[in-house]
């Protein structure tokens, strides 16, 4: 018998995170041998029936993975869509391992995007205490003032919530030019679309908004639409929670 917490069930089977599975389990979304389940419910991974969203659930795979996907535009992180809109799972589809996407880059967005059928290690990623930095590139139209700059780097409330400081910085020519303006925007949490907002609060219109690194994990030359593997280091890395503090006192 391998009787496991559901939640931990669905991070062993590589489909979601504990905490997504907690809040899909609390919504009634999952049900065990025909009955709705709740949070706490201990199987028996090996004889009781999971379903979520119509399927079965089964485990596929032991070997725990993460990649990196250069997420292109027009793409949701999802790997379904309702409304019949691509999605990232189409773009893994040859990876031969079913994961799911640690956090979130929007449709319009494009860039550094990891996935993995590692729980554990999403649990990681997305708790709020290791702040893996993300760098991003933001195109915006026209040319940016000091004293927008000044007020980009600077805490401000968005949606009620006081976000942290973002560190930002002008990059110049040959990166910006007279009709854009690059910047690089550095994010210790991630509030839902928060480079737009911050841009929208200084009437800058963005162009283009790219995730190029998490941590010390860079986007480098990996083509738009394609995956590779961590290596060993690399997940390691990220295990040890990025080296966060050590990353954002410098």
Request: aromatic share 8%; glycine share 12%; with cysteine.
């Given at each position: 018998m391998a009787l496991v917490r559901l939640q931990k069930y669905?991070?062993?089977?590589?489909?979601?995170?504990?905490?997504?599975?907690?809040?899909?389990?609390?919504?009634?979304?999952?049900?065990v041998n025909g009955e709705i389940a709740?949070?706490?419910?201990?199987?028996?991974?090996g004889v009781d029936k999971?379903?979520?969203?119509?399927k079965i659930i089964i485990s596929h795979c032991d070997e725990k993975i993460c990649i990196m996907l250069n997420k292109p535009r027009g793409y949701v992180t999802t790997m379904s869509d309702e409304r019949g809109r691509k999605n990232v799972s189409m773009l893994v589809e040859d990876l031969g391992?079913?994961?799911?996407?640690?956090g979130r880059l929007d449709m319009d967005s494009d860039g550094l995007l990891l996935m993995t059928n590692d729980g554990a290690l999403a649990d990681i990623l997305t708790h709020p205490k290791h702040e893996i930095p993300k760098i991003y590139r933001v195109s915006?139209?026209?040319?940016?003032?000091?004293?927008?700059?000044?007020?980009?780097?600077k805490s401000m409330?968005?949606?009620?919530?006081r976000i942290q400081p973002v560190?930002?910085?002008?990059?110049?020519?040959?990166?910006s030019t007279p009709d854009t303006t690059i910047l690089e925007m550095t994010l210790f949490e991630g509030r839902n679309r928060q480079i737009r907002k911050m841009c929208d609060t200084q009437s800058l219109k963005i162009k283009r908004l790219c995730r190029i690194s998490i941590g010390k994990l860079c986007l480098g030359k990996l083509p738009s639409g394609k995956w590779r593997r961590l290596t060993r280091?690399?997940?390691?890395?990220?295990?040890?929670?990025?080296d966060s503090k050590q990353q954002k006192g410098k």
């Open positions: 669905f991070t062993d089977c590589g489909v979601m995170s504990r905490r997504a599975a907690e809040e899909q389990i609390r919504l009634g979304k999952v049900k709740t949070v706490g419910t201990v199987i028996d991974a999971v379903e979520y969203g119509g391992v079913r994961v799911y996407p640690v915006v139209r026209g040319q940016v003032s000091d004293t927008q700059l000044d007020a980009l780097n409330v968005i949606d009620g919530y560190k930002t910085v002008r990059l110049p020519f040959p990166h280091s690399e997940m390691e890395y990220l295990r040890s929670g990025g």
